[in-house]
């Protein structure tokens, strides 16, 4: 082999070990931004935590998650936005891994709960983002679009109610809760505290009951079961009746601002029904609507449709 030959044969080896190099350092930094961080954070004296991925400089998606349940519901989700997005999803107060201190040091009402997340956005320097909605995360969401519609870069709404509509039977005993906060009326709602109603609220209305972890059920009710967490839940009960006085504020929002919204809607829920998905588009004119054959939780079943839907969706719609 004379001299030339050789130089090129180690040049041709020399880029294809760079390319290799540089590949696989690529790889290696969205691995790093794609992994899952589990954190915490004071606000106002109790700890919060949040599970956080992707670089802080990518678009950031505020996930919220819903009742009885925590940021543990989103654990799938988040690795598979985190190549491009920075994902944070937090615990509320009284859920998942954040304090949960008794009724009588901690104001458990809707209102204080915005007020907590909204504190999270601000020490966490989240200035724009897009939020996704679900059971509890849609009143907490809603609270802060309303006061900081400057900051909501879209919606992705989950089985997340903003309408009365989307109040149907399920909600009967509650309401007379909400009218009379009476040891019959308190009562009567415990049941909705017990495992076979957490359990029931994943599996009812999903097409196959075996692809849903029963991991989900023991995690809540895990947490559910602390000593004193009933009366958590009981005085969250009696604040949601503070909702839908709001959504006529809510609905104004949405008509004023226009935020681009991704609707991914388990059509079988029963706590939500789909009655409370189909009024939105009375407020939205660039809305994408989709109703999916599940259940409340859908993410269990169809968390890889979710995340496909949620990625074409922000491509689109949010500027990187």
Do not use: C
């Amino acid at each position: 082999m004379n001299t030339t030959t050789r130089n090129n044969s180690l040049t041709k080896v020399g880029m294809t070990i760079g390319t290799a190099v540089v590949a696989a350092t690529t790889l290696t930094a969205a691995e790093s931004n794609s992994s899952v961080k589990y954190q915490t954070t004071e606000i106002e004296g109790q700890k919060i935590f949040y599970r956080e991925a992707g670089a802080k400089d990518a678009p950031t998606i505020l996930l919220l998650h819903g009742f009885p349940t925590s940021s543990h519901m989103f654990r799938n989700l988040i690795p598979q936005l985190a190549d491009k997005y920075h994902v944070v999803a937090p615990d509320m107060p009284g859920f998942g891994q954040s304090s949960a201190p008794s009724p009588t040091d901690f104001e458990y009402s809707f209102d204080h709960m915005a007020s907590v997340i909204d504190q999270f956005t601000q020490k966490l320097e989240l200035d724009k983002f897009s939020l996704y909605l679900m059971d509890y995360g849609a009143p907490v969401g809603f609270r802060i679009a309303h006061k900081h519609p400057e900051k909501i870069q879209s919606l992705i709404i989950q089985n997340g109610n903003a309408y009365d509509e989307g109040l149907k039977d399920f909600w009967k005993p509650i309401k007379l809760y909400w009218e009379k906060d009476t040891a019959e009326n308190r009562n009567a709602l415990k049941s909705l505290l017990t495992i076979e109603a957490t359990e029931w609220q994943y599996t009812h209305g999903v097409r196959d009951k075996a692809a849903i972890s029963p991991d989900n059920w023991t995690v809540d009710q895990g947490l559910l079961d602390r000593e004193g967490n009933n009366e958590i839940q009981l005085k969250l009960f009696k604040s949601y009746g503070t909702n839908p006085g709001l959504y006529p504020q809510w609905q104004e929002y949405l008509r004023t601002h226009q935020p681009p919204t991704l609707i991914v809607w388990g059509k079988n829920d029963h706590i939500f029904p789909a009655d409370g998905a189909h009024p939105y588009k009375k407020d939205l004119k660039d809305l994408e609507f989709h109703l999916l054959d599940t259940g409340h939780f859908a993410l269990e079943e169809d968390g890889d449709k979710i995340a496909e839907l949620m990625r074409d969706f922000l491509q689109r719609k949010v500027q990187r």
